[in-house]
């Protein structure tokens, strides 16, 4: 359910989209309680939502390639890679035409499903921000995976089934074949009602993700992939008051909605533990 502080006034749904619809309409009928300070706040995070799912679109478009990180590669113009098979922001480039060119110019890139859901973020906060904001708040740009990357203020709780679209779910391979050690799992946003987003393997159903993860087990393997009760997502209330407050610079902190939750970030082949 959502709550609207000191707001008694039924929320008017007809200023959404449709998609932005599907979000509310599935928070709101929620057995959770998901509590907002205004309905600006409320308007953001279901905004953020709907960019994410687009630049999840927009990156498959790209033509962008699957690689892991030790045969990742880049544009040199806008980035340097990393001996880990990051991409460094050059002190000269512009952020936010550097974010962008990834999306331009897919065929100059390969990267791993981590590195991915990293870029369609930067790509959705930058498209919620604008440029000028973008470029003042993300000068030292490393796009690599989440446990370096602390200026997303991304929220990961596991044990829980129920997501949103617009959230990150990780499938899971627990028999991967040792030939095939980078589809150990994969990294995905959720597009919509059992739609999502995977580097490398497209825009599937959960079937047919686990379906493509099952075709990189061992040999006569019987235990197969499985979506994770896992859910990531920005801090979308902090983001938005840090937004609104004008700040020139995210000061990191880790916020889990849950009392006593322990989050767990699975990125492609590694497993991040915050506690």
């Not at 599935?26 to 959770?32: D, L, R």
């Not at 709907?50 to 390639?65: C, G």
């Not at 499985?226 to 979308?236: A, C, H, R, S």
Request: net charge positive.
């Amino acid at each position: 359910m959502i709550v609207v502080l000191n707001m008694n006034n039924p929320i008017d749904t007809s200023m959404f989209t449709n998609l932005e619809k599907e979000i509310y309409t599935q928070k709101n009928a929620s057995s959770t309680t998901y509590t907002y300070d205004s309905l600006d706040q409320l308007k953001f995070e279901i905004a953020f939502r709907v960019k994410i799912i687009d630049a999840a679109r927009a990156l498959l478009a790209s033509k962008a390639a699957f690689t892991t990180f030790k045969k990742s590669r880049c544009n040199w113009k806008y980035w340097i890679r990393t001996e880990q098979g990051g991409f460094q922001l050059r002190a000269e480039a512009p952020p936010s035409a550097a974010i962008r060119d990834i999306f331009k110019s897919g065929g100059l890139y390969a990267f791993e499903c981590a590195t991915a859901m990293v870029i369609v973020l930067y790509k959705a906060m930058l498209d919620m921000i604008g440029e000028e904001r973008f470029n003042t708040l993300f000068t030292n740009l490393l796009l690599w995976d989440w446990n370096y990357d602390s200026d997303l203020h991304l929220i990961t709780v596991e044990g829980v089934r129920e997501s949103f679209p617009g959230d990150i779910l990780y499938f899971v391979n627990p028999d991967v074949s040792l030939d095939t050690p980078e589809w150990q799992g994969e990294n995905v946003v959720k597009l919509g009602n059992n739609a999502y987003y995977g580097h490398g393997i497209g825009n599937k159903n959960a079937k047919q993700m686990i379906a493509y993860l099952n075709m990189h087990r061992k040999p006569n393997s019987k235990q197969t992939a499985y979506l994770k009760n896992q859910v990531t997502y920005p801090d979308y209330n902090y983001i938005h008051k840090m937004i609104s407050l004008g700040t020139t610079s995210f000061p990191y902190r880790f916020h889990s909605p849950f009392a006593n939750a322990q989050a767990v970030a699975t990125i492609g082949s590694s497993s991040y533990i915050k506690l």
